[in-house]
């Protein structure tokens, strides 16, 4: 993993590259209802929305598996946790987002910072069973809130609403706010890792003991990340259970939590815009597979490996080569 | 005689059976070359270990500066002013070369772990960096993934990182260890430039750079101090000669 493109974020000429791609995406995406307009068929504004939602939890994750360098195995767990946040207190009566949504990053962070602080004291394959365990842990938790319909889940009387205005009701409302939060946390994240603090976490991930003898105290700093990175998910969440109207435990399932691991490995681990793009690639070829045969995970899986075997670097590292910039 | 930078008293350290850290004593006072000599397997490096808290040792204990650091971990004592290179090159490859000494100006700067700002662009730490790499003579490789760095020039980055942390101390681990005779020599003339500037442990097999460069040796065979002295008396010790510098001729 040490291998990756990450390292070079901090490289002026890579790094401008790498958000003119990002640019190009945002500015693509905010001409599709346009062309829903014109005969685009309105399903693909929908999709569009839902792989928005995930390239929100995939960059968070991207944030501590491609930058920091900690495969967690649960990140779902925030996805539902954000979700559930939503959608209790619009059962509740609370259907202000700008209440609800800092309750459910709140709930999020305090949620990272406890196991984050337990898992960060493992490395490597136990790092991704313990985050694993967790994220179960957050799934069966959800399963027994039989008040919240427990394993059924829980269906969304209404959208949340924004300042009072009910603008998540309306799809393409729905789809320039989610939009303008996928490409807000796109730009935090930048920033993040091209700071004081996502230097040395990008350090730390190739290097912690010299990050550590240079005075820094590594654990603190990746559980900083680790907080972050749950807090952004649990937005990602928030979103999804507007889109779904619904929240049930599958949230949080552990293939959840995979996806997500593949949406990031798909786009190019730690280039940041790569997991926007790894989470469309997913969700798209999903939807496109699924309408063709119902036994679509059959074949999603071998070329999902295939796939990964034969772009190193995801689909960033393809489009750089194909771009003849190589892959230093 | 000055307050010493660095003082280890009775410091043992037991793997199983091998006592590799044998009731170790030693001073370093400011501004002093001590180097510490040995043969393989006599517990130079691990006794480093335990001086920059990645091992702990069984017994004795560690003070820096008048305090007691035994029992704090590496990062704690690094920001205390002590700093470290490695035997084996640890920088970190992928990022800059100039990016690897910001990350300790960094550490020493007000607030290292600042979220926003971007610190490829900040002279406050790009200054010290490129000083640092100046005095190293990698001035012209600031822009190079550290990666792609000779053997010895990975050596004097690590060097220029542990100066860009202003520390009291710097332990050298065998700092011309695999480097070839022209590099080794610009690398000794590095540290005869830090000479006096700066208290230093040196870790080394290199006999004629030690006794080059030192204002003090130690000798440590099967983890216990045999001789600690000046180098002339070092050299004409009798246990000295039979234990170790013998076999080097």
């Known amino acids: 993993m040490s291998a990756t493109p990450a390292g070079s974020l901090a490289d002026p000429a890579p790094r401008r590259a790498r958000l003119t791609v990002a640019v190009a995406l945002f500015g693509l995406l905010a001409v599709l209802p346009l062309a829903v307009q014109f005969g685009l068929p309105s399903h693909w504004l929908t999709l569009a929305t839902r792989a928005m939602i995930f390239a929100i939890a995939a960059l968070s994750l991207d944030l501590i598996l491609g930058v920091g360098g900690l495969v967690s195995f649960g990140h779902a767990a925030f996805i539902g946790i954000g979700a559930y946040g939503a959608g209790i207190l619009i059962a509740e009566g609370q259907g202000e987002a700008l209440i609800a949504l800092p309750l459910a990053i709140a709930a999020c962070a305090l949620f990272a910072a406890v196991t984050g602080a337990v898992s960060l004291r493992t490395k490597g394959v136990a790092f991704i069973m313990i985050t694993l365990a967790f994220g179960q842990m957050a799934y069966f938790l959800a399963q027994a809130l039989s008040a919240y319909g427990g394993d059924d889940g829980l269906t969304l009387q209404q959208r949340s609403t924004l300042a009072g205005w009910d603008v998540f009701a309306d799809r393409t409302h729905f789809f320039y706010i989610v939009l303008a939060t996928l490409a807000g946390c796109h730009f935090l994240i930048r920033a993040i890792v091209a700071s004081r603090f996502g230097r040395v976490l990008r350090a730390a991930r190739e290097n912690p003991v010299r990050v550590a003898v240079t005075g820094y105290d590594v654990d603190r700093v990746r559980l900083i990340a680790y907080v972050i990175s749950g807090m952004i998910a649990g937005v990602s969440g928030f979103l999804l259970a507007n889109q779904t109207e619904f929240v049930s435990p599958a949230f949080m399932s552990w293939q959840r939590s995979g996806e997500l691991i593949f949406m990031v490995v798909l786009g190019g681990v730690g280039t940041l815009h790569g997991a926007i793009i790894g989470a469309f690639a997913f969700l798209v070829a999903e939807d496109v597979l699924s309408g063709w045969t119902e036994h679509w995970k059959a074949i999603f899986g071998p070329l999902i490996v295939l796939f990964v075997l034969m772009t190193r670097g995801g689909i960033d590292g393809l489009l750089r080569r194909l771009g003849g910039r190589g892959d230093d | ?249």
Do not use: C, W
């Open chain 2, 1 to 249: 005689m000055t307050e010493p930078v660095l003082a280890l008293s009775g410091l043992r350290k037991r793997f199983g059976a091998l006592q590799v850290t044998d009731n170790v004593s030693l001073a370093l006072a400011p501004g002093e070359l001590h180097a510490l000599i040995g043969p393989n397997g006599a517990g130079k490096t691990t006794l480093v270990h335990q001086i920059s808290g990645m091992l702990k040792p069984d017994a004795g204990a560690i003070l820096f500066r008048g305090a007691d650091v035994t029992a704090l971990s590496p990062q704690r004592r690094a920001r205390a002013g002590l700093a470290r290179t490695f035997q084996i090159t640890s920088t970190i490859a992928s990022l800059s070369v100039l990016e690897n000494v910001a990350l300790s100006a960094q550490a020493r700067g007000p607030r290292p772990l600042a979220l926003f700002g971007d610190a490829a662009r900040d002279e406050a730490l790009n200054g010290p960096a490129r000083a640092a790499l100046e005095a190293v003579g990698l001035a012209g490789r600031a822009h190079v993934s550290a990666g792609r760095l000779s053997h010895g020039e990975k050596r004097a980055l690590e060097i220029a990182m542990a100066l860009t942390l202003e520390p009291a101390a710097i332990l050298l681990d065998e700092p011309l260890a695999g480097v070839g005779r022209e590099e080794g020599e610009r690398l000794i003339g590095l540290l005869r430039s830090l000479k006096g500037r700066y208290a230093m442990l040196l870790v080394e097999h290199d006999m004629d750079a030690v006794f080059a460069l030192a204002d003090t040796v130690t000798v440590l065979v099967y983890g216990a101090v045999i001789a600690t002295g000046d180098p002339a008396g070092v050299r004409a010790d009798k246990a000295v000669r039979e234990a170790y510098l013998g076999e080097e001729g």
